[in-house]
């Protein structure tokens, strides 16, 4: 450098450089106790001893902490040749020393058999196993602009590095020696080698594995939130189909945990983004954000004036080139007089479904799909809702001298002249719209699972229409779907929306505050399978009863179920694939402002 200073012109040394860039304003190396660079203070950390065995990854609770600090690690690998002739000296000559002594000065004695101990056992391993040794030197840099706090950092990493069973020394007057280790300059200087240098095997080595911090980082995902071990942003592309198996959720917690807020912010993002969405709405949550997001709002209830007949057949309830139109709308319907009979035998469902088709074959629809098309204009197409029956037409032809008959009539009463009458109309909505939001809250308490199934069977004959297109459908409190107030044919079909939306490249959220209600039908199966069918599952903070229902169900750590109990309000602990991690939901103010 100095020979090219001496060559470079006087118009030359005035020049701002590349190098200028990194290069600090000022270091300070006076004070023994920290290496100071542009206002930021350095202290480093020497690890000077380690347990003589270690079942786990020595690292990793100080990986996953949050704090300014940098680790550095160098691995010197030793003349395999020169150590097992050193260490084969060693053996004979403390072997000889131990036979001669026998139990004179017994400490020293067992002092040399510890020794001895310990070399044939490295020889062994590297002559036998193939195993290297190697010099190991750990070095850990915190830093802070504040004394005071650099302090209060040291003494914390201090304690986590010898509750792993490792020793420490303060690299005190040997400061810029520590930091350069921790630069990517990677120079190991003398001063701190004699002091760290320790020697370990091959296998030892896996215990230094510094990889380990959970973070999600997806090139095309949207941002989540921060790691709350290690800040890192969390983004996730749950469309990824080389990275997870599907793109369904499960969104659970408390009142009040931060669950509808995390709901909203992922509904905002993908609409940013142009995915399609439908969204289940009982609790009359969403209405602001979709007018603010130009969303196409439906209201079924005594006092709205949007309808959908349960009888409805559309074109896209059976994939191009299948055929069973009639078939298919036969199982979706006997699962929704299901929710309003309550479970019926074999011979009640035989009588049902004869019913069933006797009011299609009054409307000329029969099992033959041709049957479900019309002709305008010698155009040829498919009929619409006013062309299919409507429940009157169900509840015309009941016999009422039949005790079964007479049953279904008395139950399907209030839907044909009480107070559920506005589910007796033909369909009067239409959807084209990328964000659509389905308010049932005028329905009350008792009568939600009914809205709930119909516009999901309507959502999920929408979803199946270009498989080309990014969509996703949020099921809130999914649990009156496929809990105990549900049946085994509703929740079928809720487990079938979870199984196979993938192929029509759809996403489904499964949203409760009810953990144990999601798990009451059919000894949990249906909940079991809604959950093992989301790669991404998503637990804010929940009360002890649904922690170990959830603990059934999920491979759950002990302290994961204390997290999961102790989380603040917008912190969750997420389940990506096999990653495990604490995520501190973030939003930006325009966000907060749609959605409070």
Not at 78 to 98: C, P
Not at 371 to 395: A, G
Not at 513 to 540: A, H, M, R
Request: charged share 30%.
């Amino acid at each position: 450098m100095k020979n090219n200073q001496e060559e470079t012109s006087e118009l030359e040394k005035g020049n701002f450089k590349a190098i200028d860039f990194i290069s600090p304003s000022y270091i300070e190396k006076r004070n023994p106790k920290y290496f100071e660079v542009d206002g930021i203070k350095y202290s480093g950390l020497l690890i000077i001893n380690y347990n003589r065995e270690q079942n786990e990854l020595i690292l990793k609770n100080l990986i996953d902490i949050n704090i300014n600090l940098n680790i550095s690690m160098f691995y010197e690998k030793k003349d395999s040749f020169k150590v097992i002739r050193e260490l084969t000296y060693y053996i004979g000559n403390s072997g000889a020393e131990i036979k001669e002594n026998g139990n004179k000065n017994r400490e020293d004695i067992e002092l040399i058999s510890f020794t001895h101990n310990d070399a044939q056992y490295i020889r062994k391993e590297m002559q036998i196993n193939n195993e290297e040794l190697y010099n190991i030197y750990i070095y850990i840099e915190v830093f802070s602009e504040e004394e005071k706090e650099l302090e209060y950092l040291l003494n914390k990493v201090e304690g986590i590095l010898q509750s792993q069973g490792m020793q420490t020394r303060r690299a005190y007057f040997r400061q810029e020696q520590s930091f350069l280790a921790s630069t990517p300059m990677m120079k190991n200087h003398e001063d701190i080698k004699a002091v760290s240098r320790r020697n370990i095997l091959t296998s030892g080595i896996l215990a230094t594995y510094p990889f380990i911090s959970s973070s999600i980082f997806d090139k095309n995902g949207i941002f989540i939130g921060t790691n709350m071990n290690n800040n890192s942003p969390v983004f996730i592309d749950r469309y990824d189909r080389e990275k997870y198996k599907n793109s369904n959720m499960c969104i659970f917690g408390t009142s009040g945990a931060g669950k509808s807020f995390y709901t909203k912010l992922l509904i905002i993002r993908n609409r940013i983004v142009g995915i399609e969405q439908y969204v289940i709405d009982p609790e009359r949550e969403y209405e602001k954000l979709c007018r603010e997001l130009n969303g196409v709002l439906l209201k079924i209830g005594p006092a709205s004036k949007t309808y959908i007949n349960v009888f409805d057949i559309r074109e896209e309830s059976i994939e191009e080139n299948e055929m069973g139109y009639l078939a298919t709308k036969i199982s979706k319907l006997i699962g929704f007089f299901n929710l309003i009979f309550g479970e019926i035998n074999e011979e009640e469902k035989g009588i049902l479904e004869n019913k069933i088709i006797e009011c299609y074959r009054k409307k000329g629809i029969t099992f033959k799909d041709e049957t479900l098309y019309k002709k305008v204009n010698e155009k040829k197409i498919f009929k619409e809702s006013i062309d299919m029956p409507r429940l009157e037409d169900l509840y015309n032809i009941l016999d009422e001298n039949d005790k079964t008959q007479k049953t279904f009539k008395i139950k399907l009463f209030p839907f044909i002249k009480g107070s559920l009458k506005f589910f007796n109309r033909y369909t009067n909505i239409k959807i084209n719209k990328k964000l659509i939001v389905a308010d049932i809250y005028e329905l009350g308490e008792e009568n939600l699972k009914y809205g709930m199934y119909i516009f999901t069977e309507l959502f999920w004959d929408r979803i199946k229409i270009d498989r080309n297109k990014k969509k996703a459908i949020y099921l809130d409190e999914i649990w009156r779907l496929i809990g105990v107030t549900s049946n085994k044919n509703v929740a079928s079909f809720i487990y079938k929306i979870f199984k196979t939306i993938r192929k029509y490249g759809g996403s489904a959220v499964a949203i409760t505050q009810d953990v144990s209600d999601l798990f009451s039908l059919e000894k949990g199966t249906y909940g079991k399978s809604i959950l093992n069918n989301s790669s991404i599952k998503t637990f804010f903070s929940l009360e002890e009863e649904n922690i170990r229902v959830l603990s059934e169900n999920t491979n759950l750590s002990e302290m994961e179920k204390i997290e999961i109990k102790g989380l603040n309000k917008g912190e969750t602990l997420m389940l990506i694939g096999d990653n495990h991690i604490l995520v501190k939901i973030e939003s930006a103010d325009f966000e907060k402002k749609l959605i409070e």
